[in-house]
């Protein structure tokens, strides 16, 4: 069920992690840069990449906690991971989508350096946030390979609810054409389906099989989907669908 109002607890959680890694300013200013973040995640055009989003990576985060170094470090780069987004700009849409993980990044590193947090831990904010950049993290850093974990845990949902993923996902970006889409789609799956693995902490690792039969689900279908436009395309007399542009790519997961 989508998220459309922000859960109670949400804004608290924020005022917690932020606390946590070393916030100094009063708890209203902390709240403040909370709703701003909250009313970001909740703008018009997230169909997926939504407040529902949101909380599921924060719960994900969660699952995996105990293997975190700086939990609330995490956290909070979840908050801010997808805050700068704009499915509609193709300019935008050409980094993983319409998610702008560097712009993200510097946000949350100018919003906890005015909230007091340390410099070092709002650095590593920045750091995980631009983690998220290329999905690939140093297995050896645990903090970075949750929160990507966290990120990537949309793909090993059960079947009917990754259906509702991906109607979503193609909803955000229904300003593409369906043959470019449907390209751009498969060479990510493909590029994940090859990774040795998708999940790269330890208590992740159990997602890794539900999330490749979801993937290569998905592939089957796609490919067959695409045959077919394809087919219809020559049959017509006329050329064959052009590819996707190289730089254009949905998102690689859930975020």
């Not at 109002?5 to 608290?12: F, R, S, V, Y």
């Not at 340390?118 to 390979?145: G, K």
């Not at 009917?160 to 300003?175: P, S």
Request: with cysteine; net charge negative; charged share 25%.
């Amino acid at each position: 069920m989508e998220v459309r109002e922000a859960p109670q607890w949400l804004l608290a959680a924020f005022v917690r992690s932020a606390v946590g890694a070393g916030a100094t300013a009063e708890r209203n200013d902390i709240k403040a840069v909370g709703e701003k973040l909250i009313d970001k995640w909740s703008s018009p055009g997230r169909r997926f990449h939504n407040l529902r989003h949101l909380v599921d990576v924060l719960a994900r985060v969660d699952e995996l906690a105990e293997e975190t170094h700086e939990p609330d470090l995490v956290r909070l780069a979840a908050w801010y991971h997808g805050a700068i987004f704009d499915a509609a700009d193709i300019a935008a849409y050409a980094n993983r989508g319409g998610e702008d993980e560097v712009a993200s990044a510097l946000l949350a590193r100018t919003d906890l350096l005015a909230l007091g947090v340390p410099e070092a831990r709002a650095a590593r904010v920045h750091a995980l946030v631009n983690a998220l950049v290329r999905h690939t993290p140093n297995p050896t850093d645990f903090d970075c390979a949750v929160l990507c974990d966290a990120d990537l845990a949309m793909l090993a949902v059960d079947p009917q609810r990754y259906k509702v993923y991906l109607h979503d996902i193609r909803a955000e970006y229904e300003h593409l054409p369906v043959e470019h889409y449907l390209r751009a789609r498969l060479r990510i799956l493909r590029k994940l389906i090859g990774r040795p693995s998708l999940f790269m902490s330890p208590l992740g690792a159990a997602w890794e099989e539900p999330a490749r039969q979801n993937l290569s689900a998905e592939l089957q279908r796609l490919e067959k989907e695409l045959s077919a436009i394809e087919a219809v395309s020559v049959n017509a007399g006329g050329p064959a669908a052009e590819s996707a542009p190289s730089h254009v790519e949905p998102p690689t997961a859930a975020g």
